[in-house]
């Protein structure tokens, strides 16, 4: 929508050079360095794995860019920290993570219809993110590896969306948890990452245990299960999981509260399920007339012509760009307090498991 | 199937000629002393509230009967205790406990392709069994009242059916646990139970709070949470709810093994989904020719002419009395070893819950 | 429900005893002129093939017995205009047709639901009737031979079940139909019919073309598509078929309306799904606070505790025998004049495909 | 995807600079004249209503342009035969017309599915293409207008969708076809096209029937139902409505073959439904490891990420540029035979309406 991809930068110079050419990319650097400093550059994304994220970030903040870093924000509560209070101090730039999925019509939907308190107050919050990418132990991606990724992977690494996506609906806060992880395949066999280039996430690995048989300890866990409680007095029930075959990318989240339910799963984003105790259930759909203002203006086409993840991701960046614009406007996209809020969440799981899956206070810049 | 109703008891005259005639009952009694005592009788149901299994159960069989008692088998785990013991006793009896979801064809399958290892060893249970009947403020029911349901309401009510039914299908037993309990709507109006006579679950209520507002102080939890391992390690994750809008008896169960996946819906009994990394998922239906010898069993009709909630209580009436003709055979229905369980993880349950959510060991008859 | 199963018969004397003393029926015949005449039985059920149906029907009308017959009524138009006009003579006795599918809870509701003007005048009535027990050409039952099933097949087995329901709930009649019959497998190979004794409807066959490799011409058809009008003018589609692979018993109707449309689908067949143009669409469930007084009076089991096949089944005869002892109350179930009207929509069918899907007039009993 | 909106055009000076402005688009013309003789640019798309599409195509084709035509490629077969005609004499050009639905992944897969033989032969081809934008008297667009859209409304505007889909997907021709339309809605209020402009189908209308109450007879169809037959003698139903409450945009198309069945539904895109006799029914999701190459091609986000229409357009549009770069290509996109197709099949349904549902051949260009 009218922002030009002026530069990319990469220290592969053959795949740089056929990336700008296949999208008309004017401008091409061998070193981030040389595109942050680039002076024709207004914005920086950072899609790097998660251990660049604090360099780079700093660097282009430094630099006055406006910055979209993927999540997680840092690899470290401390770097999040860091960068959190470098964002306040420039408020007129755009300091915004990647938690694309507040960015679908229904769930802008499902926002503002708890906060018109359609649900009453609420009584549980309870959902999933389970995938089956990691199930066979010949699996392998970086974020197996904790100097990589950190050292939560399940949690940290979608679990978060979660989250993200459970508070910014419901306007509650996770205040208390209780966490267990597991790690159930305690060995795996390292690979190439390379091999995943080009995907958004890495797609399943090609089979089970190699004859070769290189293997590593893994210490990241696959699976994570999570008891919370919110601001509110709310009670949560979370379950997150790389290993549950025949799950893709299956996040799915409940409200009851006092007058009614509402569900939504993003593998069917433009479902709204709300259940009722004396009415039948429905399933609202992107139908214009039927929608508030937020959900409505992230709509782009007619009720039942199906948008999907690239258009939440679309949303996203419209967002931060509208702002890159104008930035007088007040951000509509998650900042990097929200990605702050995120390494808390982890740093909280992380600290409950270590203790036997006791209940800790979470950290906290909860207003 | 060729068993006779030959007696009913009840102490209200007028409504015991009318059910006797109408299900042309030859014999009524009007104590269930005069009943538990008919030479005539061989087999006794015990229907009546919780807090009369235990005293009716023993009578029977201390008269020799065979005896058939609802969930949960008593009220206290020490009540329990007794009755497994004296049905240890007793093995050519049939002591009987209506965990009838077992009873399902569907559930029978499950349970027969987790056995063979078809989902391989297993890493992660999950579900929920959530209603919304007890929604409102004005929604009442003796199973409120703790004197005469028990300390646990949610999860001894509906939460003990979903362990039930996971250890039986799993054939894993929940050896440690942390539980959560919440009392949503701490007071609530009490209403005559004889309202809702003749339904096997009490209707949805007829209101919001009266204006009368005669209201009590709620003490049994609206919702729990749990947390589990298995005798095998397996981590599992429980949500219980009698509060959930939309949700009318709404017990599913998840299974993601090393191999593969399998999920089950009380509401859709007739569909197993099958969830699979690397093959397209599925759902297998009633289909003879594709079921094993135990759903196969349990199935009365061709595929596609779907059987209900009223079958699988018939299937499990079935497997009493086919014990009941021939007490050589090894019990095919839950019996009051696994009523006992049920009340030593209501008890496991509470103690958690009592302590902020400890995980605690589970007490056991665990083999 | 208080009824008496008083005998039964059967000419395989073997099968006969074991039935009778499995379900405790006291009384044997083993012809059913025997039976039809013996004085202690009010009611005779017909489940026959359709050749025998006519003869067994008016010999227990002429002994003046209640009479449950399968469907189809008869074997040809003629034979179904002499039973009818023989019921019409005898309004005191019940002379019931099985079309079962009509008491199921969910199809009450929707009838009251269109009769009482939700709807709005109806624009389209759209649906399916589609099984897949009859794909392979190995696939053989008795419903294939013309001599002993009728000219018409699939219309006449299941087509006609749809074309009853969807008059029952909308309360308008076919009066005008174009159809296309077609018969995939020209060739099947006869196998022994008895192999499917004591299921409702035949299970699939055993497998593919055997290699003895008898086979026999087909005639009847294996799919039929039709297009109708109703006698207020709706517009209609119907789609038959016993070889669509991964379907059971697939029949779905769909109605859309001036103000709404309303879809019911057998093998799901607690829901009703209430589509909209101003509204979330929604699922209506069976909770008996939402439902009708019809489709309550149907209801048995609390909402989220399925009822099926055997409940509609059980309720067309609780129909059936509710009348059976008071004869004054006027028939709740299908009648002999359905089982004509029945045959009239067949004979129609035939007819237009006959003459290459010409539109004929429906002949007719209809007011 | 590197292709450059290098200019647009339109008589309405303001919205078009402003659209230029908004997607940075370098060259606009006030006149389609202007921007088709303009010499820097290569393709001109053709998005205005279907009255125009004859002249602006033959133009841009005598400029020697690649031209991409929205559906249907003119208002009648006769000028559909003059562009088909040019267009076969330029086969270095693209001439493209807008059946977005066939470069759906999964419409891809079913494609590769059924010509490689997964299916068997077909036994019948059934589906519909529902909506009801148009369900109210008040609601409008200048497609009612046969005098803008062309004699068929419902049937040519989407049913015509389904018709290019399923030849697409079987490979079979719909040779012979009876059919049926009705006009439900003899009046309607015509309001300003205007109204919608900037959304890809129009929104459902305002409201019902105004006060002013001007209203104009209504000649073209709301509602189609087509039964046909293929080239390989394959039976066909299809329901085509514009009035259907709580219906957007449900296309969907199922193919029973000896073998197995396939279903695939617009709305739910991402799963392709295998329905099976001996196996359980399956979902195959957009998994690139399951996919053949021409649908894993077209997939460019991991499974469990929704791709939806946006991304069918794009994957055309690829499609249509990639041969614009190398027209050694054989298209790989609809093209203007496939156009004139659609208006044979359109002009066959019309002949055989008008005489009463009669059975007719198709013209045919099919090979
Ligand atoms: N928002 C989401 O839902 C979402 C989804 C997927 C990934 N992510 C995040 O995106 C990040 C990348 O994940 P991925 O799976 O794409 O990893 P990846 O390893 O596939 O891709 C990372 C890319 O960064 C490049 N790179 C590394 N250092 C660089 C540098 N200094 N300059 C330029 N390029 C450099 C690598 O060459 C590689 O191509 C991670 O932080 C991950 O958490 C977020
Ligand atoms: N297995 C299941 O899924 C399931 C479902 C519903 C209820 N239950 C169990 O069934 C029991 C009854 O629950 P309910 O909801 O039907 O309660 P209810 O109060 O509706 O019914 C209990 C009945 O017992 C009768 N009764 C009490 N004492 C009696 C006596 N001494 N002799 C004869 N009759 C006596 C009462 O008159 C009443 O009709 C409870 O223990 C409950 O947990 C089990
Ligand atoms: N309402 C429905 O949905 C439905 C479903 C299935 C079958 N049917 C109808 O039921 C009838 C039977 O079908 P089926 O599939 O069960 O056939 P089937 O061949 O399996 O059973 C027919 C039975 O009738 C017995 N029989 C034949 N002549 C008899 C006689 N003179 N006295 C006593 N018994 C006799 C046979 O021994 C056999 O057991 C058919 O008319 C069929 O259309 C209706
Ligand atoms: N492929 C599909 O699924 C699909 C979906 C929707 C519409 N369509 C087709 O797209 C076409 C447009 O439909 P619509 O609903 O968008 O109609 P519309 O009336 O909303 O839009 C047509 C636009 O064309 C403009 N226009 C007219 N003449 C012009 C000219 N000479 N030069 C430049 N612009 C001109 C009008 O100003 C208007 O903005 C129709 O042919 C329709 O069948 C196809």
């Known amino acids: 929508a009218g922002v030009e991809v002026a530069a990319v930068s990469s220290h592969r110079v053959g795949r740089l050079r056929e990336v700008a050419r296949r999208y008309r990319i004017p401008r091409v650097h061998t070193s981030h360095e040389a595109l942050i400093n680039d002076p024709e550059i207004d914005a920086v994304h950072i899609c790097t794995g998660n251990r660049e994220h604090f360099a780079l970030a700093r660097r282009a903040m430094e630099a006055g860019k406006h910055v979209v870093c993927e999540k997680p924000l840092a690899a470290t509560l401390e770097e999040g920290r860091t960068l959190a209070g470098l964002a306040a101090r420039a408020p007129g730039r755009v300091h915004a993570v990647n938690y694309q999925y507040r960015h679908y019509p229904m769930v802008a939907e499902a926002r503002t219809r708890v906060r018109a308190g359609e649900l009453g107050p609420l009584y549980l919050i309870h959902g999933r993110y389970v995938q089956d990418w990691l199930l066979w132990p010949a699996d392998y991606n970086w974020r197996v590896d904790p100097a990589r990724s950190g050292p939560s992977r399940a949690f940290a690494d979608i679990g978060s969306h979660w989250c993200d996506l459970v508070e910014h609906v419901t306007g509650e806060h996770i205040v208390r948890l209780s966490a267990r992880l597991r790690t159930v395949i305690p060995h795996r066999v390292p690979r190439e990452a390379g091999a995943f280039e080009g995907t958004v996430a890495p797609p399943a690995g090609a089979g089970r245990m190699d004859d070769a048989g290189r293997s590593v300890a893994v210490s990241t866990e696959d699976l994570a299960l999570v008891h919370f409680e919110t601001d509110r007095g709310t009670a949560g029930s979370l379950v997150v999981s790389q290993v549950s075959a025949g799950h893709k990318n299956d996040l799915r989240f409940e409200l009851n509260g006092a007058r009614a339910s509402l569900a939504w799963a993003q593998e069917t984003p433009e479902r709204l399920w709300l259940g009722r105790r004396d009415a039948p259930n429905a399933a609202l759909t992107k139908e214009a007339a039927q929608l508030g203002a937020e959900a409505a203006a992230l709509t782009h086409y007619p009720a039942g012509h199906p948008e999907g993840y690239p258009d939440a991701l679309k949303n996203l960046f419209a967002a931060v760009y509208d702002r890159v ?27 409950s498991a270590g203790e036997g899956g006791r209940w800790v206070e979470v950290a906290g810049n909860v207003p």
């Open 325 to 351: 614009r104008d930035p007088s406007r007040s951000p509509s996209y998650p900042t990097f307090a929200d990605g702050l809020r995120s390494l808390e969440l982890v740093a909280a799981v992380l600290a």
